[in-house]
C-alpha cells in the first residue's frame, strides 16, 4: 500500500450491558485507563448513562456504562435507570454482554430478544475470569451460554486486574464502522467536571455506610469553583448529600461529625488525584423526602429531563 494512502478512521458507540455487580464499570475503567465510572462492591452504584472515550489517531471508541438492569424495579428513580438500558439500544454499534461465572439468565430472557431485534454484533464478556482457573470449565461456561444466543464471540476477561482487555481492545476495533470521531480527541467522557465530583462523593457514600444508606443517598454540586491563580490550581467544591429521612442524616453526620469528616477526606484525596489540583470540599447533609420517587428530584438529579 501506498505510504501517502491515508488510513481509515474508525469510530462507534460500544454498550456494556449486564446485570448489577458483574463488573460492568470496572470493564469500561480498564478499557479507557481511566476511572470514568465509580466502582464498588455493592450492587446498583452506576445509576447513570456514562460515556467513556477511547481515541486514537485512527479510531475513537466511545464506551457506554449502564446501570444493571433491575428486574422489579422499586422506585420512579430505578425505572428511570432502566430506560438509561433501554436508550442504550438505540445507538449501538457492538454490544458487550458482560456475565461472570455465577450469573443466570433463562433462555427466554428478554434481553436476547433484544439483541435479536437490534440486530448489532454481540460479544459475551465472561468477566472475573480470574475465578475459573480451569480452562475446561471456561470453555463448559462459554458453550452454555451459546446455547442462549449465537454471540459473535465470546471472550473471557478479568477486568479488575486487566486481564484479556488489550486483546478485547482489538476484537472491537474488528467490529467497528468506518467513520470521523463523534467527539473531540481529547475529550474522555461526554460528562461535566460537576458530576465526576458528586460520583466520587457518592462512591465513598457506598463505600463508608451500610444497608439502606446509600441507596437512599443522592449528591448534587452546589458550587464548583476553579482557582487558576493558585499553583496547583485550587477547586473549591461545596456539595449537598441528600437523603431520605432525618435518621439517615444523623448516621451520616455521625458522634460529632466524625462520620461526615471522613467522608470529607476519603472524597477530597480522590478528587485532587482526579482533577490533579488541590481541592477544598465542603459537604453538607440534607433531607428531601422521598426523592427517589419524586419527578421533580428526579430531574435535579439528572434521571429525567
Same mark, same amino acid.
Given at each position: 500500500?501506498?505510504?501517502?494512502?491515508?488510513?481509515?478512521?474508525?469510530?462507534?458507540?460500544?454498550?456494556?450491558?449486564?446485570?448489577?455487580?458483574?463488573?460492568?464499570?470496572?470493564?469500561?475503567?480498564?478499557?479507557?485507563?481511566?476511572?470514568?465510572?465509580?466502582?464498588?462492591?455493592?450492587?446498583?452504584?452506576?445509576?447513570?448513562?456514562?460515556?467513556?472515550?477511547?481515541?486514537?489517531?485512527?479510531?475513537?471508541?466511545?464506551?457506554?456504562?449502564?446501570?444493571?438492569?433491575?428486574?422489579?424495579?422499586?422506585?420512579?428513580?430505578?425505572?428511570?435507570?432502566? !430506560?438509561?438500558?433501554?436508550?442504550?439500544?438505540?445507538?449501538?454499534?457492538?454490544?458487550?454482554?458482560?456475565?461472570?461465572?455465577?450469573?443466570?439468565?433463562?433462555?427466554?430472557?428478554?434481553?436476547?430478544?433484544? #439483541? &435479536? !431485534?437490534?440486530?448489532?454484533?454481540?460479544?459475551?464478556?465472561?468477566?472475573?475470569?480470574?475465578?475459573?482457573?480451569?480452562?475446561?470449565?471456561?470453555?463448559?461456561?462459554?458453550?452454555?451460554?451459546?446455547?442462549?444466543?449465537? #454471540?459473535? #464471540?465470546?471472550? =473471557?476477561?478479568?477486568?479488575?486486574?486487566?486481564?484479556?482487555?488489550?486483546?478485547?481492545?482489538?476484537?472491537?476495533?474488528?467490529?467497528?464502522?468506518?467513520?470521523?470521531?463523534?467527539?473531540?480527541?481529547?475529550?474522555?467522557?461526554?460528562?461535566?467536571?460537576? #458530576?465526576?465530583?458528586?460520583?466520587?462523593?457518592?462512591?465513598?457514600?457506598?463505600?463508608?455506610?451500610?444497608?439502606?444508606?446509600?441507596?437512599?443517598?443522592?449528591?448534587?454540586?452546589?458550587?464548583?469553583?476553579?482557582?487558576?491563580?493558585?499553583? =496547583?490550581?485550587?477547586? &473549591?467544591?461545596?456539595?449537598?448529600?441528600?437523603?431520605?429521612?432525618?435518621?439517615?442524616?444523623?448516621?451520616?453526620?455521625? !458522634?460529632?461529625?466524625?462520620?461526615?469528616?471522613?467522608?470529607?477526606?476519603?472524597?477530597?484525596?480522590?478528587?485532587?488525584?482526579?482533577?490533579?489540583?488541590?481541592?477544598?470540599?465542603?459537604?453538607?447533609?440534607?433531607?428531601?423526602?422521598?426523592?427517589?420517587?419524586?419527578?421533580?428530584?428526579?430531574?435535579?438529579?439528572?434521571?429525567?429531563?
Amino acid at each position: 500500500m501506498d505510504d501517502n494512502t491515508p488510513r481509515k478512521h474508525q469510530s462507534g458507540f460500544v454498550n456494556i450491558i449486564g446485570h448489577p455487580n458483574v463488573g460492568k464499570s470496572t470493564l469500561m475503567n480498564a478499557l479507557v485507563g481511566e476511572n470514568m465510572s465509580i466502582v464498588t462492591s455493592k450492587p446498583q452504584t452506576t445509576r447513570h448513562r456514562i460515556f467513556g472515550i477511547l481515541s486514537s489517531s485512527d479510531f475513537q471508541i466511545v464506551f457506554s456504562d449502564t446501570p444493571g438492569i433491575i428486574i422489579d424495579p422499586r422506585y420512579k428513580m430505578q425505572e428511570h435507570m432502566n !430506560k438509561f438500558v433501554e436508550g442504550s439500544f438505540e445507538d449501538a454499534d457492538l454490544f458487550l454482554f458482560v456475565v461472570d461465572k455465577y450469573d443466570k439468565y433463562a433462555a427466554e430472557d428478554p434481553i436476547f430478544d433484544k #439483541f &435479536r !431485534k437490534a440486530k448489532i454484533p454481540v460479544i459475551l464478556i465472561i468477566n472475573k475470569s480470574d475465578l475459573i482457573p480451569v480452562n475446561d470449565e471456561l470453555d463448559k461456561l462459554s458453550n452454555e451460554w451459546k446455547e442462549k444466543y449465537p #454471540f459473535d #464471540f465470546v471472550h =473471557p476477561v478479568s477486568a479488575l486486574y486487566k486481564l484479556g482487555t488489550q486483546d478485547l481492545l482489538k476484537r472491537i476495533l474488528e467490529h467497528l464502522p468506518e467513520s470521523p470521531a463523534y467527539f473531540d480527541k481529547d475529550h474522555m467522557s461526554d460528562r461535566s467536571e460537576r #458530576f465526576f465530583a458528586s460520583e466520587i462523593i457518592r462512591e465513598k457514600i457506598f463505600l463508608h455506610y451500610k444497608e439502606e444508606i446509600p441507596y437512599s443517598s443522592e449528591v448534587a454540586i452546589d458550587t464548583f469553583k476553579e482557582d487558576e491563580t493558585k499553583d =496547583p490550581m485550587l477547586i &473549591r467544591i461545596h456539595a449537598t448529600i441528600y437523603v431520605e429521612r432525618k435518621t439517615q442524616k444523623s448516621i451520616i453526620i455521625g !458522634k460529632g461529625g466524625e462520620k461526615i469528616k471522613q467522608l470529607g477526606i476519603d472524597a477530597r484525596k480522590d478528587l485532587e488525584k482526579f482533577f490533579e489540583a488541590h481541592v477544598y470540599l465542603e459537604l453538607f447533609v440534607k433531607v428531601k423526602e422521598n426523592w427517589r420517587d419524586d419527578d421533580q428530584s428526579l430531574r435535579h438529579f439528572g434521571y429525567t429531563h
